[in-house]
């Protein structure tokens, strides 16, 4: 197989002309670059380069293979920023999120780094936990920030994985329901439910709380994002169990009220890196935001602090 260094070697000399050129770009000897070429051209059994006295020139054999190389080497850059670096660039930050940070946690955090990096662009994958880990695996994002299952462990399909937070679990009624004191499972029995479609980590959450009472859990109404089980509960078709970090700004005029729910553990969120790959400035100050603004957000637990390391 055709090494690194004769490949450059070779893509060096032709682009340059010279043995001496290229030696002096890529910091080596000219009898080493001389030597990486000649077993170059055996290996392939071609001649790449005719020698003159003003320097070399591509042979046709040369000419043809000169771009395959010049793609090869192209190949093995991008293998290695894929491999070992960011995705994004110095201005740039790409995040992966579910729908419950994105209510707003993350645009109130995002507004703050905004204001210390103006110059920031933002791109904002949101998807199940599966699709962001997939989209991080495939170095479409730097970071994932995963919910429920997906943020158990310190590792997971060869990503790193860190505990973020916990959000609180509460019920969102109409407004107009005014009733004193936290809600339990075994009150919403009788009552119409509203929920997230089948698939995404909340569901599956709540699932199993009412499992492991065994209660049944059969929603009236089964809808694709939060914002929709806000806007039905709003209307009156029913009362939802939320994750708290959702809905912090639930307050008059919303439509909506919000009261403790007890026998759902808290719900757990974490972020996932690439192992090795460092995280770009705005990436770290990303996270750094996140955390202070998720403890400072009402009912969403514990906030955990960054891993020694």
């Known amino acids: 197989m055709t090494d690194l260094p004769a490949l450059e070697t070779f893509v060096a000399i032709a682009r340059l002309g010279s043995v001496m050129r290229a030696a002096d770009r890529l910091g080596r000897t000219q009898p080493s670059l001389s030597a990486r070429l000649g077993a170059l051209e055996e290996a392939w059994g071609v001649r790449l380069f005719r020698r003159h006295a003003r320097g070399m020139s591509l042979t046709p054999e040369g000419t043809r293979l000169l771009p395959v190389a010049e793609a090869a080497l192209r190949g093995i850059v991008e293998l290695d920023r894929a491999a070992g670096v960011p995705i994004s660039g110095r201005d740039e930050l790409r995040v992966g999120a579910g729908d419950a940070l994105g209510r707003e946690l993350i645009p109130r955090t995002m507004t703050r780094l905004l204001r210390e990096e103006p110059s920031l662009s933002v791109r904002l994958l949101e998807g199940s936990a599966s699709r962001l880990l997939d989209a991080l695996r495939n170095a479409e994002i730097d970071i994932a920030l995963v919910a429920g299952a997906a943020a158990a462990g310190t590792e997971r399909g060869g990503l790193a994985v860190e505990r973020l937070l916990e959000s609180a679990v509460v019920l969102l009624a109409p407004g107009s329901e005014r009733r004193a004191g936290a809600a339990t499972l075994e009150g919403l029995r009788d009552r119409r439910l509203v929920a997230l479609q089948r698939g995404s980590a909340f569901r599956r959450h709540i699932e199993e709380a009412f499992e492991a009472r065994g209660l049944p859990f059969r929603p009236a109404v089964e809808v694709g994002n939060l914002s929709l089980v806000r806007r039905f509960v709003a209307a009156g078709l029913g009362v939802a169990p939320v994750p708290a970090v959702a809905f912090g700004g639930v307050g008059p005029g919303s ?55």
């Open 255 to 309: 439509g909506v009220s919000r009261r403790a729910l007890r026998g759902v553990a808290p719900l757990p969120y974490a972020v996932a890196r690439r192992p090795g790959v460092p995280l770009t400035s705005s990436a770290a100050r990303f996270l750094d935001l996140l955390r202070v603004i998720a403890g400072r957000a009402a009912g969403t637990g514990r906030v955990a602090g960054p891993r020694p390391g």
